[in-house]
């Protein structure tokens, strides 16, 4: 009898290929295989090895194996057939998402060799002269004892100079070779003792010896949840078991991973965007191979694939970036929690401000709440106080009692964060005599002032342009920015503090490779400076000098048509007023508002999360919407707002279940965005399996049906953003 097989292939088509299996074959699901695919061949992965025949069909026969092996082990293949189904993405993208891209492309699953550095058997032990540095990367390359990456060297903190400086002594030399699984290092640092209310919080996290369980560590900012992770991993984790601890980005937080590495040393491998094609192969084969190694990863380390997975952290399991915003919109938390279910082990989510998801999942004993309410060390939550700027005076959109409060602080020998949440100079140009403001030509949304580059630039669709100094439209020179950005706060501070640094953290100021590093390093110091920046500075960041935050403007979120704005607000504000008092000195927290008597400013500067959260979840239920139904959004694009809403409207016809709720078609908050304009659909069900067969029939038909070639389509399930 003829054997077949079913295979998935990387392109965004929602079927699988049926392949005959010739009889010197064995495969197995996850496989890579060769296959003629039309007059090519093509990298395929088997789904099913033993299916049944397609009648009548003459199948063609599977080339050959790309290793014996399956690519993706049981449970990697599990997670994202579940996924796929879950987030309506073709089943062959998800997969091929889990390899490395050198196995994408059909590359051999081998490692490539790698710049090796060892020190020359019966060099001296000294250094002549005084370079300090060359002596202590000697140092420690002799205590490597295998031979080290070049990036392995950087992570030491060494550079390039001095193991140049080193070769030309004659001392080292460079190899080309694997680098090996690496015998544990004896200088490891020993774990500091948990405070009390710590050690009550660390044990009432389920063990891994109870297979399968969700715990919600609630924990405030500065309470120490990363040191609860290091000690659950270093008290549960077994010798030969791996473990996974995503983070919201690894570029913006280099001090956790070289937390993790002081006391894991090289068992500890990292996983990101930055990394380079051969280093991701590596990585992912020293997983597959089952090296036990603790990564630290972004998003789409969830998908790696782990054979002995012991344990799962969610750091800052709030942050809207475990949400991939294009393509498989997947969450990498919520499909951490699935892949711990998968590997029968524990998942820690963590957070001081957790999502109205995971709180609910908690109150519906889907999760254990753990709460950790004290900060560690002898650190106190920071003092928060709301200033109505509603006619105070601005300067670079900080009022004199913030610059009073700032000025205080440095004198005090201490640092202040300044966050606005917008960069640039000024989110618009605008005329005074006219009125005329600068919008972007693709998009419905006016050019940023950036003025470090003279440039107007569009942060939607990068369209750009030279700054003007007079009205475009009727020429005058009454031509000003409006707003504030974060250059425009850098300035005026820089020129009322001119002793004391001033520094700038946004996507702008970081975009250098290092340069966060540095960054980091010189608030490190402790000495006096400004910190002005967005978002970035509400991340997870550890600077015990910072004992002033200052908010230029909170109330973004107050009024916003989004139904999450609230809780994103509240969980940015929290949290960057956590970066306040973590060290010895107390902090306070200043927040700028045009709304100082709006109960929602009122409870949150009390500081508290939980009871305004539990007030958010209340509301939450009243309207019917996440978490309490399932929602999924369709979105369009084309060239004209009437080819989107008429390809929504059709789409709309066909949920006609009565269980269903569908709103729209409506144009998007941003109608037009790199001239395309866009819609959507909104729909709503409290039933998520009846939600996912409903979508998963509307995307069946939609593909089957020749749309407009310019126009395109997508499915969101759980969105993030619904404007
Ligand atoms: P979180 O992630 O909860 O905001 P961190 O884990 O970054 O908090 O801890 C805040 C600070 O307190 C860090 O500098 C950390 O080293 C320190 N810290 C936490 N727990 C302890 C402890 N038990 N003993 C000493 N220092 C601690
Ligand atoms: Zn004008
Ligand atoms: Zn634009």
Known sequence: MTRSARIALARPIRRLFDYQVPDHLDILPGQRVRIPFGRQTATGLVVTADAIPPENIALKPISSTLESWPALPDETLRLLTWAATYYQHPLG????????????????????????????????????????????????????????????????????????????KGLVHETAGTPGPRPPEESLQDLPELS???????????GPAAGFSAALLYGITGSGKTEIYLHYLNRHLAPDSQALVL???????????????????????????????????????RIREGEPVIVIGTRSAVMLPFITLGTIVVDEEHDSSYKQGEGFRYSGRDLAVYRASLNRCPVILGSATPSLESLHNARIGKYRLVRLEERAGHARLPEIRLLDIRSRPLEGGLSAPAIQAI?????????????????????????????????????????????????????????????????????????????????????????GFPDIPVIRVDRDSTQRKGSIQAIIREVGTGAPCILVGTQMLAKGHDF??????????????????????????LQTLLQVSGRAGRGTASGRVLIQ??????????????????????????????????????????RAEALTMAGSLAFLDSAKAQLTDPALEVWGPLPSVMARRADRHRAQLVVLSSSRKQLSQTLARLCQSLDEKRQTPTLRWQIDVDPLETS
């Open 196 to 206: 009390a209310a710590q050690s009550a919080a660390f044990n009432s996290l389920p």
């Open 407 to 495: 000025r205080e602080c440095l004198e005090g020998g201490n640092q202040a964060l300044v966050f606005v949440n917008r960069r640039g100079y000024a989110p618009v140009m605008m005329c005074f005599d006219c009125g005329h403001m600068v919008e972007c030509p693709h998009c419905d949304t006016r050019l940023a002032y950036h003025r470090r580059d003279r440039a107007m630039r569009c942060h939607h669709c990068n369209f750009q342009m030279a700054a003007k100094d007079h009205c475009p439209k009727c020429q005058s020179e009454a031509f000003k920015p409006v707003g504030q950005g974060t250059e425009r706060t850098e300035d005026v501070l820089a020129t």
């Open 593 to 634: 508002t045009c709304h100082s008597d709006h109960p929602f400013m009122q409870t949150l500067s009390e500081g508290k999360y939980l009871p305004l959260a539990e007030q958010l979840l209340e509301e939450r239920t009243s309207g019917n919407f996440p978490p309490f139904r399932a929602m999924a959004l369709v």
């Open 544 to 569: 015990p000098g910072v004992t002033l935050v200052v908010v230029v403007n909170a109330d973004g979120g107050l009024f916003s048509v989004d139904f999450r704005a609230p809780e994103q607000m």
């Open 247 to 285: 983070v919201p980005e690894i570029n913006l937080t280099p001090q956790t991973v070289a937390r993790f590495r002081r006391y894991f040393g090289s068992r500890i491998a990292v996983w990101h965007s930055s990394l380079n094609d051969s280093e991701r192969l590596d990585t992912w084969l």
């Open 93 to 168: 993208e998800c997969l091929f998402m889990a390899l490395p891209p050198a196995l994408r492309r059909g590359q051999a699953a081998e490692r490539r060799q790698q710049v090796l550095w060892q020190v020359i058997p019966g060099a001296p032990q000294n250094l002549s002269g005084n370079a300090r540095r060359q002596q202590e990367l000697l140092d420690w390359l002799r205590q490597q004892s295998v031979p080290c990456t070049t990036r392995e060297v950087a992570a030491a903190g060494f550079n390039r100079t001095q193991l140049k400086g080193l070769r030309e």
